[in-house]
């Protein structure tokens, strides 16, 4: 079967192509594939090499020229300056303690809110599905850059008990936790790494088929029931997970 082309990739995508481009030239600069120092491909060889407008490339070079990452110099080209930085307010907490804190300057979004949600007990190997859930799609920035989405399941039982603008203002976990006559027996979180679909990207601002790390958080009561779930989808090129393995 013949490999796509990167311009088949583009076309496939509802994001912005100069988006796209702008993620990709990006990934190209932190793989190293344009190095520091090195002055990377005119406007008409990439024009040439994605099949797009010269404009189109001019935008997505504007877009990482902002970002420090370039710098263009007339009559002699356009110059990797620095490899872009990693953000730190993308990590993924791997203790209870973190899990609970909100990102500095965080905003969630709500995009959809639906009651009576169910979920399908066999996708679970931890806890009893509750009969209904109350369901969140959130969209989670900082500094108006997206960096996650989740689908949000919580207990409709504990619907009394939560306050309203708690579901656009903390964390997922956060929802359950220290909740007056409800303790989280067990919490547990999986990580497995994908690539971005075109809802996604579109989503998070990426390309079509850049990397995405899924999260699911699961929070089980002492009955065993499941009172929270959160699928969550960050994007790769912000994410880090750092796990301390002796003390």
Same mark, same amino acid.
């Given at each position: 079967?013949?490999k796509?082309?990167?311009?088949?990739?583009?076309?496939?995508?509802?994001?912005?192509?100069y988006?796209?481009?702008?993620?990709?030239?990006?990934?190209?600069?932190?793989?190293?594939?344009?190095?520091?120092?090195a002055?990377?491909?005119?406007v008409?060889?990439?024009?040439?090499?994605?099949g797009?407008?010269?404009?189109?490339?001019?935008?997505?070079l504007?877009?990482i020229?902002?970002?420090?990452?370039?710098?263009r110099?007339?009559?002699?080209?356009?110059?990797?300056?620095?490899?872009?930085e990693?953000?730190?307010?993308?990590? %993924?907490?791997?203790?209870?303690?973190?899990?609970l804190? $909100?990102? /500095?300057? *965080?905003?969630i @979004?709500?995009?959809s809110?639906t009651p009576g949600?169910?979920l399908a007990?066999a996708?679970f190997?931890?806890?009893?599905?509750?009969?209904?859930y109350?369901?969140?799609?959130?969209?989670?920035?900082?500094?108006n850059?997206?960096?996650?989405?989740?689908?949000?399941?919580?207990?409709?039982k504990?619907?009394?008990?939560i306050?309203?603008?708690?579901?656009?203002?903390?964390?997922?976990m956060?929802?359950?936790?220290d909740?007056?006559? %409800?303790?989280?027996?067990?919490?547990?979180?999986?990580? $497995?790494? /994908?690539s *971005?679909?075109v @809802?996604?990207?579109?989503?998070?601002?990426?390309s079509?088929?850049?990397?995405?790390v899924l999260v699911?958080?699961?929070?089980i009561?002492?009955?065993g029931?499941?009172?929270?779930?959160?699928?969550?989808i960050y994007?790769?090129?912000?994410?880090?997970?750092?796990?301390?393995?002796?003390t």
């Amino acid at each position: 079967m013949q490999k796509p082309s990167s311009t088949d990739l583009l076309e496939k995508s509802n994001v912005a192509r100069y988006i796209q481009l702008a993620s990709l030239f990006r990934g190209r600069i932190e793989r190293g594939d344009w190095a520091i120092g090195a002055r990377i491909p005119t406007v008409e060889q990439l024009s040439k090499e994605f099949g797009v407008a010269g404009m189109t490339i001019r935008q997505a070079l504007d877009q990482i020229e902002k970002e420090g990452l370039i710098e263009r110099f007339r009559a002699k080209g356009t110059f990797v300056r620095a490899r872009p930085e990693r953000d730190l307010w993308c990590e %993924v907490q791997t203790d209870w303690n973190g899990l609970l804190m $909100s990102r /500095a300057d *965080a905003q969630i @979004e709500v995009l959809s809110d639906t009651p009576g949600a169910t979920l399908a007990q066999a996708d679970f190997d931890h806890g009893t599905v509750a009969p209904s859930y109350r369901h969140l799609r959130r969209l989670h920035r900082r500094q108006n850059v997206p960096f996650l989405v989740a689908d949000v399941f919580v207990d409709e039982k504990l619907q009394p008990l939560i306050p309203e603008e708690n579901y656009s203002t903390t964390t997922a976990m956060r929802l359950v936790s220290d909740l007056p006559g %409800v303790r989280v027996a067990d919490a547990r979180q999986i990580l $497995s790494v /994908a690539s *971005a679909d075109v @809802e996604t990207a579109q989503l998070l601002q990426l390309s079509l088929n850049d990397p995405i790390v899924l999260v699911q958080r699961l929070a089980i009561d002492e009955g065993g029931r499941l009172i929270l779930v959160a699928n969550g989808i960050y994007r790769g090129d912000k994410v880090r997970i750092d796990m301390k393995l002796l003390t």
